[in-house]
């Protein structure tokens, strides 16, 4: 199983980025742990808008299944939910302690977006 | 003949030159009002609105039973608008911008099209003057095909004077695009200025000849003046702070209506325009040696 989360930097041991579609890198680990994939997320960091639907779009073609991040948008909630991707928001630190917390049962998922739509 | 109302600054009185340059030229004007965000050009005319006319955009709905996950049409869009994920095609139709990419390209035609009000066109008169304005849906973020429906009732006949928004963004570029000539209204202010170098900076690429009326030219310093000479820009007409078209303004009169000695700066300034757009075109049509 593929869990992702948003980051500022390339390792298991940077602090996490709280937005989703607009963070620099996503990291995808396997529930052991694992550093798995670092995406570039430099193309969505630009958009003028959808950045979030694009964001879910690639962690959905990757078979992803779990989302921990800061803030979710009603537009990227609404393609993560549809993707059938599970959505771990309001998460903070460095990665793998997000990780961690989510391994051992500590990660609740939302039921719906936490942060408003970017004009 | 095309003329186009620009300022960068918002509230330097591209409004008020607007409708007095309209008004100055009577029966040979219309006035389009592209500021659709909030239009008021109709505040200063009153016109007689003769006609409302809804516009939408098409933007996409899918049927799911024809949809086979192909994807095609969220590779198109460039805004996100749908896409296909999981085990199904979404659509987001606030982010459409309606160019039908995705209806095109769907190789089972699962893509039909569902319109989004964007607002109005409105058209009727004042006096001789042909009036336009488009008025966009309050919430509706898209304000540039509004603008290109406002503009689909440029009278060829007619010299258009197109009111344009403030800003330097595409409401603006839309709104001057295929104009013969931009009057850059501003101040004398370190605001005019700042806001007026934007706005010219964001023209120019279009090539369009552009000059500046100065209003309220007496008050502030002299830094546009000075720019002015720098870029080559034309100052075609200075209107000096006055009380009298301040009360008009704030009861909702025209310029020309409190101070009708200004329909002769008006036409004059029309004249100067047309012989500068004329003499633009003679240079152009010259043979390059």
């Given at each position: ?9 390339k ?34 960091v ?9 964001a879910?779009?690639s ?6 299944s ?17 993707a059938?991707?599970?959505?771990g ?31 | ?15 008020t ?13 219309q ?7 909030e ?11 003769e006609?409302?006319e ?8 899918v ?11 969220g ?9 296909t ?6 659509t ?6 309606g ?17 989004r ?17 488009g ?12 603008i290109?429906?406002?503009?689909n ?15 330097a ?121």
């Amino acid at each position: 199983m593929k869990i992702a989360i948003t980051s500022s930097g390339k390792s298991l041991d940077s602090p996490m980025d709280p937005r989703f579609g607009r963070a620099p890198y996503i990291i995808i680990a396997n529930d052991a742990g694992e550093l798995l994939e670092v995406i570039d997320n430099a193309a969505n960091v630009n958009a003028m808008r959808g950045a979030g639907i694009q964001a879910a779009k690639s962690l959905a073609d990757r078979g992803v299944s779990v989302l921990l991040t800061g803030h979710c948008g009603p537009n990227a909630f609404t393609a993560l939910q549809s993707a059938g991707i599970k959505v771990g928001s309001d998460q903070s630190g460095v990665v793998k302690d997000a990780l961690e917390k989510y391994r051992n049962g500590g990660v609740n998922f939302a039921n719906g977006p936490n942060a408003e739509a970017h004009w | 003949m095309k003329i186009a109302v620009a300022s960068g600054k918002g509230g330097t009185g591209k409004t008020t030159v607007a409708t007095s340059l309209a008004a100055s030229l009577g029966r040979r004007a219309q006035i389009l009002d592209c500021d659709v965000e909030e239009p008021n050009c109709h505040i200063l005319m009153s016109p007689e609105i003769e006609s409302s006319e809804a516009i939408t955009l098409s933007t996409p709905l899918v049927d799911m039973s024809k949809c086979n996950l192909c994807g095609k049409c969220g590779e198109v869009c460039n805004f996100s608008a749908i896409l296909t994920i999981g085990k199904t095609t979404l659509t987001f139709p606030e982010m459409c911008h309606g160019c039908g990419g995705c209806m095109l390209l769907c190789p089972e035609k699962a893509i039909s099209e569902t319109p989004r009000e964007l607002g109005a066109v409105e058209t009727g008169s004042f006096e001789d003057v042909e009036f336009v304005q488009g008025r966009i849906r309050i919430g509706e973020a898209m304000a540039p095909p509004l603008i290109k429906a406002v503009k689909n009732r440029l009278n060829p006949n007619k010299i258009a004077i197109l009111d344009a928004p403030p800003g330097a963004s595409c409401p603006v570029i839309n709104t001057v695009k295929g104009s013969d000539f931009v009057i850059m209204v501003t101040e004398p202010t370190p605001f005019g200025l700042h806001d007026l170098r934007i706005a010219v900076e964001a023209i120019e690429p279009l090539g369009i000849p552009m000059g500046v009326v100065l209003n309220r030219s007496d008050i502030g310093d002299h830094e546009v003046q000075t720019y002015c000479g720098e870029a080559r820009l034309p100052l075609m007409l200075q209107i000096p702070f006055d009380r009298q078209i301040a009360e008009g303004y704030s009861r909702g009169k025209m310029l020309i209506q409190t101070n009708p000695d200004y329909v002769e700066k008006f036409i004059g300034l029309f004249e100067d325009v047309s012989r500068f757009v004329r003499k633009r075109s003679e240079t152009k049509q010259e043979p390059q040696s």
